[in-house]
C-alpha cells in the first residue's frame, strides 16, 4: 500500500479539501490514480469531464466494493465522500486496499481525527495539518507532538492555496510545478527510505 495521509485544519483555518485534493494529485500518475477520501455528510461528489483511465478504472473499482458511496474519478485521482461517523470510518478500510501502490488521502474533520487514528486497520503514514499561524500556533504545536509520537510523518500548511490552484486541484488537474510546496508535499508521500536518501544525497552534493 502507498502512502496514506490525514489531512485536517487547525481551529478555523480554511483550506484543507483543497490541500487534500492537490495532495492526492501528486501520488498520482497516469498509470496509478489516488485517491481523496472526504469525511463529509452531503451530496455525493460528480466526475468530472476529464479523467485518466487509471481514475475510471479506480472508480469502477470502488463501486463494486463500496455500493452506495458516493465516488467519483476526477482528472488524475478519485474522489470517495463517506459519511463523517462510525461507519465512514470503518470504510476507508474497505477502500483503502483497492488504491494498491498509490497514495490516499483522507480529509477530516478535527472531531474525527482521534476516531481516525484509533481505526487499527486505516494505518496512516503522515499527516498534513492546515493552520494559521501565529494564531493557532500552540494548538498546531500540539497536535504535531501527538502525531509525530504516533511515528506519522507530519508537515504543516501555513498558507491555503490560491484560488487557481485549489479550483485546479479539486477537480484532480495539477498546477504547472505542483499545487503545494515541494518540501511538506514531498515529506508526505515519500518513504521513510526515500527521505533519508534524499537527505544523505544532499549531504554529498558538492
Not at 469502477?60 to 476526477?74: D, K, M, N, Q, W
Not at 462510525?86 to 476507508?92: E, H, K, V
Amino acid at each position: 500500500m502507498g502512502p496514506v495521509v490525514l489531512v485536517t485544519a487547525v481551529g478555523a483555518a480554511a483550506g484543507s479539501r483543497a490541500a487534500a485534493a492537490a495532495l492526492a494529485c501528486a501520488g498520482s500518475d497516469p498509470d496509478r490514480a489516488g485517491l481523496a477520501i472526504d469525511l463529509a455528510d452531503g451530496r455525493a461528489p460528480r466526475p468530472a469531464l476529464i479523467a485518466t483511465a487509471a481514475a475510471r478504472e479506480l472508480e469502477e473499482r470502488l463501486a463494486v466494493h463500496l455500493p452506495g458511496a458516493g465516488v467519483a474519478s476526477r482528472g488524475s485521482f478519485c474522489r470517495l465522500q463517506l459519511a463523517g461517523d462510525a461507519d465512514g470510518i470503518g470504510q476507508i478500510a474497505a477502500a483503502l486496499p483497492l488504491v494498491r501502490a498509490s497514495a490516499a488521502t483522507i480529509h477530516l474533520p478535527q472531531r474525527l481525527l482521534q476516531p481516525v487514528l484509533a481505526e487499527a486497520r486505516i494505518r496512516p503514514t503522515g499527516a498534513l495539518l492546515r493552520a494559521d499561524l501565529p494564531e493557532d500556533r500552540a494548538l498546531t504545536a500540539l497536535a504535531v507532538r501527538d502525531l509525530m509520537a504516533r511515528g506519522l510523518r507530519v508537515a504543516v500548511l501555513k498558507r491555503p492555496l490560491g484560488w487557481l490552484a485549489a479550483g485546479r486541484a479539486l477537480l484532480g488537474a495539477p498546477a504547472v510545478g505542483g499545487n503545494l510546496p515541494a518540501r511538506p508535499r514531498d515529506r508526505l508521500l515519500h518513504s521513510a527510505d526515500d527521505e533519508r536518501q534524499a537527505i544523505r544525497a544532499e549531504r554529498n552534493r558538492p
